[in-house]
C-alpha cells in the first residue's frame, strides 16, 4: 500500500510533458450561429431586459417609467416562455452568445441602476433599455438573424422584431420628453 500511495506521489510530482498552458495555443471563440443560436440571443436579451424591467417596477420615480417596465416585464416574460416552448419542440438546446462584452454592459448597468433611485434610475434605466434593444434589434436584423434556417424559428424572430422595435421606441420617447434628465454615456 506504501508502495502505491508514493507512486501516486512521483507521478504528481513528476514534470508534464507538452507546453506549459501559457503556451499553449487556443481558437478564437467562434460566433455561435443557426436555429440554437438565435433562440438563446433572444432569451438572453428577454432575461436581461426582465431584470432590469423589474428593478425598475420598484425604483422609478416615474409612474410612467414604472409602466414601461411593467410592459417589458410583460412582453419578455411571454417572449421567455414561447422561445422555451419552441426551442423544446424543436428539440434545439439553446446556445447563449459567446459576446461577453454584452453580459458584462448588463451586469455592469445593474450594479449601476441599483446604486440610483428617482430620476437618475429612470433616465440610466431608460438609456440602458435603449442600448440593449438596440443591441439585439441590430444582432437579430443582422447577420445572426439571416442564420435561422427552421420556419418555426424564423416565424418566432419575425414576431419578436416588432416588440423590440416598440420598446425602443417607447423608450426614446421618454428620453426625449426628458431632456433635463441625468444622463450618463452607456
Same mark, same amino acid.
Given at each position: 500500500?506504501?508502495?502505491?500511495?508514493?507512486?501516486?506521489?512521483?507521478?504528481?510530482?513528476?514534470?508534464?510533458?507538452?507546453?506549459?498552458?501559457?503556451? @499553449?495555443?487556443?481558437?478564437?471563440?467562434?460566433?455561435?450561429?443557426? /436555429?440554437?443560436?438565435?433562440?438563446?440571443?433572444?432569451?438572453?436579451?428577454?432575461?436581461?431586459?426582465?431584470?432590469?424591467?423589474?428593478?425598475?417596477?420598484?425604483?422609478?420615480?416615474?409612474? /410612467?417609467? =414604472?409602466?414601461?417596465?411593467?410592459?417589458?416585464? *410583460? /412582453? #419578455?416574460?411571454?417572449? %421567455?416562455?414561447?422561445?422555451? =416552448?419552441?426551442?423544446?419542440?424543436?428539440?434545439?438546446? =439553446?446556445?447563449?452568445? *459567446?459576446?461577453?462584452?454584452? *453580459?458584462?454592459? #448588463?451586469?455592469?448597468?445593474?450594479?449601476? %441602476?441599483?446604486?440610483?433611485?428617482?430620476?437618475?434610475?429612470?433616465?440610466?434605466?431608460?438609456?440602458?433599455?435603449? @442600448?440593449?434593444?438596440?443591441?439585439?434589434?441590430? %444582432?437579430?436584423?443582422?447577420? %445572426?438573424?439571416?442564420?435561422?434556417?427552421?420556419?418555426?424559428?424564423?416565424?418566432?424572430?419575425?414576431?419578436?422584431?416588432?416588440?423590440?422595435?416598440? #420598446?425602443?421606441?417607447?423608450?426614446?420617447?421618454?428620453?426625449?420628453? #426628458?431632456?433635463?434628465?441625468?444622463?450618463?454615456?452607456?
Amino acid at each position: 500500500m506504501l508502495t502505491g500511495i508514493l507512486s501516486i506521489f512521483l507521478m504528481v510530482q513528476a514534470p508534464v510533458q507538452g507546453r506549459p498552458v501559457s503556451e @499553449a495555443r487556443t481558437a478564437p471563440v467562434q460566433p455561435r450561429t443557426g /436555429d440554437a443560436a438565435v433562440l438563446g440571443a433572444i432569451n438572453a436579451a428577454d432575461a436581461s431586459i426582465t431584470e432590469a424591467a423589474k428593478l425598475a417596477s420598484t425604483k422609478a420615480g416615474g409612474g /410612467d417609467v =414604472r409602466s414601461l417596465a411593467s410592459t417589458m416585464v *410583460t /412582453d #419578455h416574460r411571454k417572449s %421567455l416562455t414561447e422561445g422555451g =416552448r419552441l426551442a423544446k419542440a424543436l428539440g434545439i438546446t =439553446r446556445a447563449l452568445p *459567446t459576446d461577453t462584452v454584452l *453580459t458584462h454592459a #448588463h451586469e455592469t448597468a445593474m450594479h449601476e %441602476l441599483n446604486l440610483l433611485s428617482g430620476s437618475a434610475f429612470d433616465a440610466r434605466f431608460i438609456q440602458c433599455i435603449i @442600448a440593449e434593444h438596440q443591441t439585439v434589434i441590430k %444582432l437579430l436584423e443582422g447577420s %445572426l438573424g439571416s442564420t435561422a434556417t427552421r420556419p418555426e424559428v424564423r416565424q418566432f424572430l419575425a414576431q419578436q422584431l416588432p416588440l423590440l422595435h416598440s #420598446h425602443l421606441a417607447a423608450a426614446e420617447k421618454w428620453q426625449a420628453a #426628458h431632456p433635463s434628465a441625468p444622463t450618463r454615456k452607456p
